[in-house]
Nanobody, 119 residues
Framework: QVLLVESGGGLVQAGGSLRLSCAASGRTFGPYLMGWFRQAPGKDRELLGR????????TYADSVKGRFTVSRDIAKNTLYLQMNSLKPEDTAVYYC????????????WGQGTQVTVSS
């Protein structure tokens, strides 16, 4: 079993920055990839970016490309989301997730952390 715990959320003014962390614990951790998602009230869950764990290769949604950066520290089993130039529309609960195998979806999810961007 893998436990994912997000941290780093909070209240920030528009234009500000936050860095979210997602610490993994449990079984020997070596996912195929990890992703960051968010869900705002009344909206569908949105994939923001994902990273191949072994290579560090990343992809991003158009809505955050150039503002958000996904990275990982393999030694610490930790995933990060650096968010810059935040906008009020970035307000949401942010989740990390881990996919153990290619093409089989996400197996583990964190509990979420709230990010609120004030105008």
């Amino acid at each position: 079993q893998v436990l994912l715990v997000e941290s780093g959320g909070g209240l920030v003014q528009a234009g500000g920055s936050l860095r979210l962390s997602c610490a993994a614990s449990g079984r020997t951790f070596g996912p195929y990839l990890m992703g960051w998602f968010r869900q705002a009230p009344g909206k569908d869950r949105e994939l923001l970016g994902r990273i191949l764990w072994s290579t560090g290769s990343t992809t991003y949604a158009d809505s955050v490309k150039g503002r958000f950066t996904v990275s990982r520290d393999i030694a610490k089993n930790t995933l990060y989301l650096q968010m810059n130039s935040l906008k009020p529309e970035d307000t949401a609960v942010y989740y990390c997730a881990a996919a153990l195998f290619m093409g089989k979806g996400y197996d583990y999810w964190g509990q979420g952390t709230q990010v609120t961007v004030s105008s």
